[in-house]
């Protein structure tokens, strides 16, 4: 009686075609945009940690790869400020929201940065939005604005900005890479 039951219930789903099934999204311009960051790259970095200081240089790695051309995840290993770092980021697109979104996580500090952006085709610039504790003001929740330029396919920057309780955005770390050969 039971294997009647399994055998019934299962002819009941037997005529539901692929075409029935919703389809599958499909990556969309944007996607692609994102894609061109995928790679391994070379970075040097440059750190300020107190104003009318010298920045702190560094160098880092980075190998970044497409996840079913919808997400870019990208993991950095470095050296900045005296100590060796991981960081991972993911960037995707949301169509809906048609807003860039993403998240980053690194082994400095106990933050889930979470980012919301916009792109402007014109200058290749990725500009994403943040909220998070200030690195030189303990206790306090700024804005940041965090800003990757493609400058060619083997070329990019990538600058981090905290803006103050007067609305002055500071610029943190820029970074140049290169893709490796």
């Given at each position: ?30 996607h692609e ?28 790695s980075e ?113 140049t890479s290169?893709?490796?050969?």
């Amino acid at each position: 009686m039971k294997l009647k039951a399994i055998i019934t219930s299962a002819l009941l789903f037997l005529p539901v075609s692929a075409q029935e099934m919703p389809e599958m999204p499909k990556p969309v311009k944007e996607h692609e945009w994102l894609a061109q960051l995928a790679g391994e790259w070379e970075s040097t970095m440059k750190c300020i940690t107190e104003p009318g200081k010298p920045p702190v240089e560094g160098k880092s790695s980075e190998s970044a790869r497409m996840v079913g051309g919808f997400w870019v995840v990208s993991e950095a290993k470095g050296d900045v400020m005296g100590g060796a770092f991981t960081g991972i980021l993911t960037l995707g697109y949301d169509p809906g929201k048609k807003k860039f979104i993403g998240t980053w996580v690194d082994s400095m500090t106990s933050i889930l940065w979470t980012y919301t952006g916009t792109l402007d085709e014109a200058t290749n610039t990725l500009t994403l939005e943040s909220e998070g504790p200030s690195p030189m003001e303990p206790g306090k929740i700024r804005k940041f604005k965090e800003v990757i330029v493609v400058k060619d396919k083997d070329h990019k920057t990538f600058t981090s900005n905290i803006q103050d309780e007067d609305g002055k955005w500071t610029e943190l770390m820029t970074s140049t890479s290169t893709r490796k050969k």
